[in-house]
Nanobody, 127 residues
Framework: QVQLVESGGGLVQTGDSLGLSCAASGRTFSRNVLGWFRQAPGKKRELVIGATWWGNTIANIDGSKGRFSLSRDNSKNTVNLEMTRLNPGDTAVYYC????????????????????WGQGTQVTVSS
């Protein structure tokens, strides 16, 4: 059974930093695109940042560029999200995701392109 399990969410204050981790099991994702989506209350899920299998990353949300970074360890089947200078607009449930396709050079931005999803972890930023 393939699983993506996130950890590290919580309640922080504006300006704080927070790291999220995702551990995959059941198969290797060393050749798949990995990423993080988020869903704020009343909004659709959106891709925050994604990475190709060799580590090329793209931040999809303008507000996250320069504040959010992704790192992946293909040997450990893990992917991390580091978030800095958090603000209340970052409050959301954050999901770790992975594609089915291997070896892609593109990072898709649509939910339907990601077959594997974690259960989500809540990040709340207080003002």
């Amino acid at each position: 059974q393939v699983q993506l399990v996130e950890s590290g969410g919580g309640l922080v204050q504006t300006g704080d930093s927070l790291g999220l981790s995702c551990a995959a099991s059941g198969r290797t994702f060393s050749r798949n695109v990995l990423g993080w989506f988020r869903q704020a209350p009343g909004k659709k899920r959106e891709l925050v940042i994604g990475a190709t299998w060799w580590g090329n990353t793209i931040a999809n949300i303008d507000g996250s560029k320069g504040r959010f970074s992704l790192s992946r360890d293909n040997s450990k089947n893990t992917v991390n999200l580091e978030m800095t200078r958090l603000n209340p607009g970052d409050t959301a449930v954050y999901y770790c995701v992975a594609t089915v396709e291997c070896g892609s050079t593109l990072i898709p931005s649509q939910e339907a392109d990601y077959a594997y999803w974690g259960q989500g972890t809540q990040v709340t930023v207080s003002s």
